[in-house]
């Protein structure tokens, strides 16, 4: 079983940068994928970016390459996502999840999910 509590949402301006933290408490958390997902009022929930066990292995979604960037530091049981050159379409509610399939993207395939954090970018 992981909790996951997501922090660091907040209103930022176009072009601004933020970082979001995904805290995970119980067993075995560095064994698990974990990844970022978000939704917009109105639309489905997408996948954004995930890291592997470890931190080795990263994968974005397109529309995020080059400005966002995930980490995680096991030490801390936290995974971090640094969001630079913020755009308004970056607004959303920004969901961690985890599970312990690697290149999982559907939402269906996490297993534990955090209550969300909301980003808003002002344009």
């Known amino acids: 079983q992981v909790h996951l509590v997501e922090s660091g949402g907040r209103l930022v301006p176009t072009g601004g940068s933020l970082r979001l933290s995904c805290a995970a408490s119980g067993r075995s958390f560095s064994s698990y994928v974990v990844g970022w997902f978000r939704q917009a009022p109105g639309k489905e929930r997408e996948f954004v970016t995930a890291?592997?066990?470890?931190?080795?292995?990263?994968t974005y979604t397109d529309s995020v390459k080059g400005r966002f960037t995930i980490s995680r530091d096991d030490a801390k049981n936290t995974v971090y996502l640094q969001m630079n050159s913020l755009k308004p379409e970056d607004t959303a509610v920004y969901y961690c999840?985890?599970?312990?399939?690697?290149?999982?993207?559907?939402?269906?395939?996490?297993?534990?999910w955090g209550q969300g954090t909301q980003v808003t970018v002002s344009s």
């Open positions: 999840a985890a599970n312990r399939i690697w290149y999982a993207r559907g939402p269906q395939e996490y297993d534990y």
């Open positions: 890291v592997s066990w470890g931190g080795t292995s990263t």
